[in-house]
């Protein structure tokens, strides 16, 4: 059974950072990505990483503030977001998929949960 599993979300002010974690069982595909979701607004994609480490980001939304990163021995993905802001506050999903890392939500195979993330200003 497949199983991914976020952790680490939570209330922060503007500015603050939080640590996303993912940790996932029951399968042997190796590309990741983590999406957010805004109330009222469709799905998006943050960043990605694929089985070698390769990683990917929508330059947009993350403007170098946030970092992706695995351990292959953990079975984890991570996301380390710093300098926070309000419009980052959103529902943060991880995803996996076989194949390469894509940007549409539809590409992926399997979801977490969700970890809810609010930026207070």
């Known amino acids: 059974q497949v199983q991914l599993v976020e952790s680490g979300g939570g209330l922060v002010q503007a500015g603050g950072s939080l640590r996303l974690s993912c940790a996932a069982s029951g399968h042997t595909f190796s590309n990741y990505a983590w999406f957010r979701q805004a109330p009222g607004k469709e799905r998006e994609f943050v960043a990605g990483?694929?089985?070698?480490?390769?990683?990917?980001y929508d330059a947009d939304s993350v403007k170098g503030r946030f970092t992706i990163s695995r351990d292959n021995v953990k079975n984890t993905v991570y996301l380390q977001m710093d300098s926070l802001e309000p419009e980052d506050t959103a529902v943060y999903y991880c995803?996996?998929?076989?194949?390469?890392?894509?940007?549409?939500?539809?590409?992926?195979?399997?979801w977490g949960q969700g970890t809810q993330v609010t930026v207070s200003s």
């Open positions: 995803a996996v998929r076989r194949n390469a890392v894509t940007m549409r939500p539809n590409d992926y195979d399997y």
């Open positions: 990483i694929n089985w070698a480490g390769g990683v990917t």
